[in-house]
């Protein structure tokens, strides 16, 4: 049988298969994923193959997992330790952001988007609570959209509350996998359970697998919102955490600096002081925004980037 991986543990694993029915699983013996060190072998959104113990009790095996398209990974704290996948094969991030109540910095906002590009995951940005916002607000959350819809990430305006932008934000979720994150009290609960009333997010974090007596915080969970449309919750999660990137590297994943790396005239060019460099002279027209050049900046002066 072939399901894909719900929720789990770390040592259970719930798995849904073709016919929408859910199994309790264990994994058979030991897995090894070449290459890749872990401290969980199977994660949220993995597929796998399993075959059934116990039919009554809902208890089946994993034998098999597919290999994965992409996946989202933590560092551990112990720099010795292996790293934990959050999640695997993500078709989207969805980073639901808000200007005020909480105010999201764009700081916030573009290290999760680096994030997300170091892991190959395209990211759309949803503007909650713009019910609250001033005239000038407005045309300043205009601009900043505009400047992202430019570099490559869709954006789309809500008000939860105000039932605004509901269904373009049904409509990215759809026939998609889709990590769902952002700042606690920017209304992530509150616009999934506009779209799936039944999904009582805030809630399940609390009781799900309370029952085995696992600290599930720390793992991701995920929803059938409608049919062929998934989302993952990572409660308690909000920045992606970086895979290890080289500071020579890191404007790769800063799209509109990505266009122009060929230009600059020193090839190994850190777009910090050097001559002739494309990057910078992009910023000083207005091609590069300001505020994502110092995002960049910002990063390269962090001691470890792994956050
Ligand atoms: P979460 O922590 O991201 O899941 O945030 P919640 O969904 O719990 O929302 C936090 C608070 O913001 C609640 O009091 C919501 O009623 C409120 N809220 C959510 N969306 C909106 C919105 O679009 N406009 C306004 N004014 N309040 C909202
Ligand atoms: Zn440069």
């Known amino acids: 049988m072939k399901g894909l991986v719900l929720r789990s543990t770390g040592s259970w694993y719930e798995v849904l298969d073709e016919n929408k029915h859910v199994w309790q699983c264990r994994l058979k013996g030991k897995f090894k994923i070449q290459g890749l060190k872990t401290s969980n072998p ?14 009554l009790e809902n208890m089946a095996t994993i034998f098999k997992i597919e290999p994965r398209e992409n996946y989202i990974i933590r560092k551990s704290v112990h720099k010795t330790a292996h790293g934990h996948i959050l999640a695997a094969n993500l078709d989207q991030a ?7 109540y909480p105010r999201t910095s764009l700081g916030f906002l573009d290290r999760f988007l680096v994030s997300a ?17 001033s005239e000038e607000e407005k045309d300043y959350l205009a601009d900043l959209a ?5 570099i490559g990430y869709p ?8 039932k605004i932008g509901i269904k373009a934000f049904n409509d990215i979720l759809k026939d998609k996998i889709s990590l769902v994150s952002g700042h606690s009290g920017v209304g ?10 039944e999904l009582d997010l805030k809630t399940m974090e609390i009781s799900s697998f309370a029952n085995k007596g696992v600290h ?42 990505r266009a122009l790396l060929g230009e600059c005239k020193y090839h190994n060019c850190k777009h910090l002081n050097e001559p002739k460099c494309a990057v910078m002279e992009a910023v000083g027209s207005g091609e590069i925004a300001e505020s994502r050049y110092n995002s960049y900046l910002s990063m390269m002066g962090d001691d470890d980037n792994r956050r």
């Open 42 to 55: 199977i994660a949220v959104g993995d597929r796998v193959e399993f075959e059934i113990e116990d039919k």
């Open 94 to 100: 969805v980073i639901i952001v808000t200007l005020n």
């Open 117 to 133: 590009e170091s892991f190959r995951i395209p990211t759309t940005i949803v503007f909650n609570k713009i019910d609250l916002l």
């Open 146 to 150: 505009a400047l992202y819809e430019s």
């Open 155 to 162: 954006c789309v305006f809500t008000s939860a509350v105000g």
């Open 188 to 197: 992530k609960s509150t616009l999934v359970n506009q779209i799936a009333p």
């Open 216 to 257: 599930t915080t720390t793992f991701a969970t995920m929803f059938e919102i409608e049919e062929n449309s998934y989302i993952i919750d990572t409660p308690g999660i909000k920045e992606l955490g970086l895979i290890d990137i080289e500071k020579q590297e890191l404007s790769h994943f800063f799209p509109e600096m």
